[in-house]
Nanobody, 130 residues
Framework: QVHLVESGGGLVQAGGSLRLSCAAS????????VGWFRQAPGKEREFVAAISRRGTSTYYADSVKDRFTISRDNAKNTVYLQMSSLKPEDTGVYYC???????????????????????WGQGTQVTVAS
């Protein structure tokens, strides 16, 4: 089992940047794929980005590609989401999640599916003002 805690959210002007962190405790963190998801008010939770166990493979939603970067430091049990050129539509609660079942062969559709992630953090609010 792994416990996840997000941090780094806040209020930022459009065009600005934020870096979110997802700190893990419990079982060996490098055993897990990690994803970031977000949920805007009144909308369903959506996939943002995911990273493989050693950080050698990443996958992004089209809406954040070339603006967001996911990375991890397994020595620090932490995954990061660097967000740049933020837009008001990026506003929402951002969650990190961990999956023990995903592999490099799972395919990106599974990487982006919340049903493959078992452990979830409580979320951190990101608000982008126009």
């Amino acid at each position: 089992q792994v416990h996840l805690v997000e941090s780094g959210g806040g209020l930022v002007q459009a065009g600005g940047s934020l870096r979110l962190s997802c700190a893990a405790s419990g079982r060996t963190f490098s055993d897990y794929y990690v994803g970031w998801f977000r949920q805007a008010p009144g909308k369903e939770r959506e996939f943002v980005a995911a990273i493989s166990r050693r950080g050698t493979s990443t996958y992004y939603a089209d809406s954040v590609k070339d603006r967001f970067t996911i990375s991890r430091d397994n020595a620090k049990n932490t995954v990061y989401l660097q967000m740049s050129s933020l837009k008001p539509e990026d506003t929402g609660v951002y969650y990190c999640a961990a999956s023990i079942s995903l592999t490099i062969y799972s395919g990106t559709s599974r990487w982006a599916s919340s049903e493959y992630y078992v452990y979830w953090g409580q979320g951190t609010q990101v608000t982008v003002a126009s």
